[in-house]
Nanobody, 127 residues
Framework: EVQLQASGGGLVQAGGSLRLSCTAS????????VGWFCQAPGKEREGVSC????????YYADPVKGRFTAAIDGAKNTAYLQMNNLNSEDTGVYFCAAGDEVLIVAGVLGEYGMHYWGKGTLVTVSS
């Protein structure tokens, strides 16, 4: 059984940082893609970032470019999302997902190809 688990969320002041982790059991991130999605209060879940262990390409949604950094540690089979200079718009439940391919349409990361999902971790940014 494949299980993903996102962790590292919490309450942080605006301008602060958090590092989210995504661990997997029953699944290897090697040669797969890992996506990070956020569901803000009252909004649809949206793609934040995606990293490919196949070709090392990384995608960031425009609002997080220059502030967030995605990475995969193959030895630990763990993916990370380093989030710096957080603001209130970053508040939401963050989910990690993994799969075989990525769909980005008009610059927006979709959920197509993300076969496995973890339970989210809540990030709250206070202003």
């Amino acid at each position: 059984e494949v299980q993903l688990q996102a962790s590292g969320g919490g309450l942080v002041q605006a301008g602060g940082s958090l590092r989210l982790s995504c661990t997997a059991s029953g699944f290897s991130f090697k040669d797969h893609v890992v996506g990070w999605f956020c569901q803000a209060p009252g909004k649809e879940r949206e793609g934040v970032s995606c990293i490919s262990d196949v070709d090392d390409r990384i995608y960031y949604a425009d609002p997080v470019k220059g502030r967030f950094t995605a990475a995969i540690d193959g030895a630990k089979n763990t993916a990370y999302l380093q989030m710096n200079n957080l603001n209130s718009e970053d508040t939401g439940v963050y989910f990690c997902a993994a799969g075989d391919e990525v769909l980005i349409v008009a610059g927006v990361l979709g959920e197509y190809g993300m076969h496995y999902w973890g339970k989210g971790t809540l990030v709250t940014v206070s202003s």
